[in-house]
């Protein structure tokens, strides 16, 4: 696989340069509660900087329809300027004469940050002519948003027409951990959780036959406790799972390798937190956490791998009776990570989770993606690679 990686270009010197990252941060009455993903990109930016490019960094932030106040990247962009220590320009519009005018007077080293892309319906559509429009910005195009790349939109996908087209530093070592996976050194474990059984059925199905055990949580295993005919209360589970979940069975009967929890922890209808075996939740109940027997099951596996890979929660970790799993398993994975076992952790929520036990630097990758690297390891399209990467 070789990647058409940012380093590869002779002189950045004067050049204006479009950056795509992915500042698509949680933000609340204004203020910025992550910035992880900011921090992320900045070894891109100051690569760039140093380089003396001009540069026009662009991101989305949320799924607006239309300009909405709440979803603004102004906050974003005052976050970037204390982090680079470096006055930042943000500019209202993503196109207009206005922008034009504002990139055309850059000098090398200074930096204009354009508001949310998706205030654009071009945007969302992939549309050649808002892409173009962004394109005649810059001489250089150059993606750094990862967790972007599995969508068809104008910034990710069409604007790759348009102008030479980079990998930055974090989309190349995105795919070099992914890589990884992918070819991994084995045992290989795989932990899944979270939700959506429609985006996880797929990677489950790609990395089946080099896993050696797939371990599954959260609302996910809902799914298969309904498919085998077990009440799940009032518990979170995908409306269509079945077309999903039946490839997983010979008849009723799991295929080996996946790891469903033999206990659970529910809350009951009076609001109690308690252990169970799956087959014992009533219709009242909610199961929001895998149990001590499945922790102690899960720990086992994960204790002789060589490669992991963790995406999605195990439980509602937000609520303390019901975060000791994912919690434990996290507090595991960063141990037995960065010399033991070779570890990936992504998504949202997932990385939280891990931040929680402070242990996310022990961690070989910590992804900024969640639906891309599910994409990129189940084999789907990435339309943001399509130019950057070839195999």
């Known amino acids: 696989m070789k990647i058409n990686s940012l380093k590869k270009i002779k002189s950045l010197s004067g050049k204006t340069v479009f950056l795509r990252v992915d500042f698509n941060v949680p933000i609340k009455n204004g203020k910025i509660e992550n910035d992880y993903r900011i921090k992320a990109g900045l070894e891109t930016i100051n690569f760039l900087l140093a380089k003396s490019a001009r540069l026009v960094i662009a991101s989305h932030l949320g799924r607006p329809k239309g300009y909405e106040s709440a979803s603004s990247l102004k906050p974003v962009a005052a976050r970037l300027k204390t982090l680079l220590k470096r006055p930042i320009k943000f500019l209202s519009e993503a196109v207009s004469p206005k922008t034009t005018a504002a990139v055309k007077a850059l000098k090398p080293g200074e930096i204009v940050m354009l508001e949310n892309l998706r205030f654009n319906a071009g945007e969302y559509k992939n549309d ?27 910034s990710v996908a069409a604007m790759e027409k348009y102008l030479p087209s980079y990998a930055g530093l974090l989309v190349e070592k995105e795919i070099t951990a992914l890589n990884r996976i992918l070819k991994p050194k084995k045992p290989l474990v795989i932990i899944i959780g979270g939700a959506k059984i429609e985006t996880k059925a797929p990677l489950i199905s790609k990395l089946y036959s080099s896993a050696s055990q797939i371990l599954i949580g959260g609302a996910l295993a809902n799914n298969f406790f309904k498919f085998q005919g077990l009440e799940i209360g009032k518990s979170m589970v995908d409306d269509d799972f079945a077309p999903y979940i039946r490839k997983f069975y010979k008849g009723k009967k799991l295929v080996p390798k996946i790891i469903l929890p033999r206990d659970v922890v529910i809350k009951t209808k009076d609001g109690r937190a308690q252990v169970v075996a799956p087959a014992a939740v009533k219709a009242s109940d909610t199961i929001l956490d895998i149990g001590p027997a499945s922790i102690s099951d899960f720990a086992a596996y994960i204790k002789k791998a060589n490669t992991l890979v963790w995406n999605g929660p195990l439980g509602k970790f937000e609520e303390a009776s019901f975060k000791h799993g994912t919690l434990a398993l996290a507090y595991l994975i960063a141990a037995r990570s960065s010399g033991l076992a070779y570890g990936v952790v992504g998504g949202g929520e997932t990385v939280a989770a891990l931040n929680l036990t402070k242990m996310s630097e022990y961690v070989d990758w910590v992804s900024t993606a969640g639906g891309a690297m599910l994409t990129y390891l189940s084999g789907g399209k990435m339309p943001g690679l399509s130019k950057i990467v070839q195999a």
């Open 128 to 154: 050649d002519k808002f892409a173009a429009s962004l394109a005649a910005l810059a001489d250089i195009y150059v993606n750094d948003a990862f967790a972007d790349c599995h969508r068809a939109q104008a």
